[in-house]
């Protein structure tokens, strides 16, 4: 069961462009963080949190946002939380210049994907920035959590990035745990638009159990 959620309103592109929410993410766990004391402003957070047992997660952009805080998390550390249990990737927005597996080549199509990058990043370097292809990121085996979950779309144009992502973990000698789940014929975020399907109902169900299996 999951006891406490804190969901962070992280300012948006094109108004606020990358990185602004890795950075206003960043500053919401160490205000969450400062309350490992007892004595943060927020009272419900000073009295029945656990932070031995902190989660980070996310859909989409969320996804990704996720891993570089846990990424971040394994370069710097915070006062107030030793260590975070998970992190859950849901339909993790990641990209590449190069396509690798099944995903898709006609350049015109991944074209609309790469523009996505460039909108919410202008000052990117491209679509092999390590922001978006954590696959080419050399900090990678850092990441800060004990255990990934990374749950993709059997439709989502970006099922791959995803699968590779677990593998690339596993290559570079990342200590933790891996797992990987796939809702077959479903496409990106569907649990968004349609919450009691069966693949939705699967899917919360296997975070559940990711968050409670220690």
Known sequence: ???????????????????????????????VASHAHGDGPEEWLNRHVDFGKV?????????????????????????????IKGIILVHPYFWGIEPIGNEERDPEKRKVIDGVWYFACPTTGGNDDP??????????????????LVAVAGNDALRERGWYYCEELKKRGWRGKVEFV??????????????????AVTLLKKISSFINDD
Not at 21 to 28: G, R, V
């Open 131 to 148: 922001l978006i292809n954590p696959l080419l990121d050399p900090k990678l085996a850092t990441l800060g959590c004990n255990k990934v």
């Open 55 to 83: 989660f980070l997660g996310g859909d989409s952009a969320g996804a990704n946002i996720a891993h570089q805080l846990a990424l971040r998390f394994g370069q710097e550390r915070l006062e107030g939380i030793d260590n």
């Open 182 to 199: 796939e809702a077959n014929g479903e496409n990106h975020v569907f649990h968004l638009e349609n919450a009691t399907c069966e693949n």
């Open 1 to 31: 069961m999951i006891e406490h959620l804190v969901s962070v309103d992280y300012r948006r592109a094109p108004e606020h462009p990358l990185p602004v929410a890795y950075d206003d993410s960043w500053a919401a766990l160490k205000w």
